[in-house]
């Protein structure tokens, strides 16, 4: 059973444009969601994220925003560069003791020239 | 610090072997996770440590798989004996706290022929 869910494989925009990359959750347990970036050959790395208490974050080009009712959140990139070029990953934990993340199953974005 | 660390980064074998992937996590981190990059399923949690101890191995896929982390600085993931469906990219990471925010390693790429 897929927790967090991310339905678009791959997402095509232009240089310039704004890029947006969606996430759905299941489990309302969940209190603290990020994102990763990942390149071919690397691990993931940490890009942003948001508590649940608030229902946007932002962070220079990158912008969170958190909707708990729909148990959605989106990533958006403004404006998109060729570098982003990557497979983003949208993660969750319920927090508590534990502190682990549970991961979508990526979305691969394409910066087009 | 030079980050999280994973040996080997790339790993063939035939199945039915035995395979050991190694991890050394951050200096000072408390938690390490072994996670699984498949297509199908994203990033895989297979099982997390906290303070050298496994806390939760739900995902761990079967009796196959086992990990360790008798130290602080160290940790094992094995697979005995290996299949061709464990072919999979098997990524660590480690964290302190007290937000989930994970630093991984470069990946070992797994192939079992």
């Known amino acids: 059973d897929q927790q967090v869910k991310q339905n678009s494989p791959s997402l095509s925009v232009q240089e310039g444009r704004i890029s947006i990359l969606n996430c759905d959750y299941t489990n309302s347990m969940f209190d603290y969601f990020l994102w990763y970036k990942k390149y071919p050959a690397e691990g993931p790395t940490f890009l942003i994220s948001i508590s649940s208490i608030k229902d946007k974050n932002e962070d220079g080009r990158f912008t969170v925003f958190l909707n708990k009712s729909a148990k959605h959140l989106s990533l958006h990139i403004v404006p998109s560069q060729p570098g982003d070029s990557a497979v983003y990953f949208c993660a969750a934990s319920a927090g508590g003791a534990t502190n682990k993340l549970i991961f979508g199953t990526g979305t691969l974005l394409a910066v087009q020239p | 610090d030079a980050g999280v660390i994973q040996s080997p980064r790339h790993e063939v074998t035939e199945m039915g072997q035995e395979v050991t992937l190694r991890c050394k996590p951050i200096?000072?981190?408390?938690?390490l996770f072994w996670y699984r990059q498949t297509m199908m399923r994203g990033l895989e949690l297979l099982i997390y440590f906290n303070n050298n101890v496994p806390i939760d191995d739900s995902g761990m896929p079967e009796d196959r798989f086992s990990a360790k982390m008798p130290n602080a600085s160290f940790s094992t993931l094995k697979i005995q004996p290996s299949e061709p469906r464990d072919s999979a990219v098997y990524f660590c990471a480690s964290s302190l706290g007290p937000g989930p925010e994970a630093f991984f390693g470069q990946g070992t790429r797994l192939t079992v022929v």
């Open positions: 200096s000072g981190h408390n938690s």
